[in-house]
């Protein structure tokens, strides 16, 4: 299926789902968010593909959401909200596919891009790939439904410090606290995806979507991320909040320096 920002392939058993703006690092933009919704829908249509790969062109996995998003113009109370619920509406829309989803995780993953990457089954980083959450330092909370899935990946504790530092972490410790399945060497990262993916699509289909069901349930019932549509107003408020707007303009200020 032919899109502007990510890439799609279904061949037998296997798919790829890539995010293709290598120039912007992937950054997940509003087109971005609306396609990978209609690419889950897409591959839900696609009733071989057991499995799919998600990954990203270029130098890393993804930036995160498009920064460039808080520059631009009011567009409205409604489209702004349909806007900050846009990665939430992704997030569910991976994590519900019929298929087993793989993130394939190099370089940079960022902020919202680790909501993406949470919402796939299984996680897979080479060893040199670095994570972030920056949005408190960008003077917004973490939407898209990240908090539930994340303390349910990692915990309370950690989602608290990671969250409110902004710093950075490596893969080695992404995979510590069990946010990551495992790390490898980078130049052994693809093929040790090829292999896991190669691995679950000779599995039965029934079986693989009955597994994904039922783990699907035991985590919701843990910490439902239903609540997850009230991150959109939480987001919109922050955006018309002085302080929080002083934070984002000193934040992009730092990152246009660094460009």
Not at 76 to 101: C, F, S, Y
Request: hydrophobic residues 45%; contains cysteine.
């Amino acid at each position: 299926m032919a899109f502007a920002t990510i890439e799609t392939h279904a061949g037998g058993a296997r798919g790829e789902l890539v995010l293709n703006r290598p120039q912007k690092l992937n950054a997940l933009d509003q087109q971005t968010l609306a396609e990978l919704v209609e690419a889950a829908a897409w591959f839900d249509r696609q009733p071989e593909v057991k499995v799919v790969v998600v990954s990203g062109n270029g130098r890393s996995f993804s930036a995160g959401a498009d920064v460039s998003a808080f520059t631009g113009e009011d567009p409205g109370p409604q489209l702004r909200r349909a806007g900050a619920d846009a990665g939430r509406v992704m997030a569910e829309a991976i994590e519900r596919m019929n298929a087993v989803t793989v993130a394939r995780i190099h370089g940079h993953c960022v902020g919202g891009a680790v909501v993406l990457a949470a919402a796939c089954d299984l996680r897979v980083a080479g060893e040199g790939a670095v994570f972030s959450i920056p949005e408190v330092d960008l003077g917004i909370p973490l939407a898209w439904g990240g908090i539930p899935r994340l303390v349910r990946e990692i915990g309370p504790a950690m989602t608290r410090e990671l969250v409110l530092s902004c710093r950075s972490f490596s893969a080695h410790e992404a995979h510590d606290l069990r946010l990551l399945n495992r790390v490898v060497p980078d130049e052994q990262l693809e093929r040790i995806v090829d292999e896991l993916a190669e691995l679950l699509a000779g599995r039965s289909r029934l079986t693989l979507r009955a597994t994904k069901q039922a783990v699907a349930a035991a985590s919701e019932q843990m910490l439902s991320t239903a609540g997850a549509w009230s991150d959109a107003d939480a987001l919109v408020g922050a955006l018309s909040d002085p302080e929080s707007r002083r934070s984002a303009e000193a934040y992009l200020r730092r990152i246009a320096k660094r460009a």
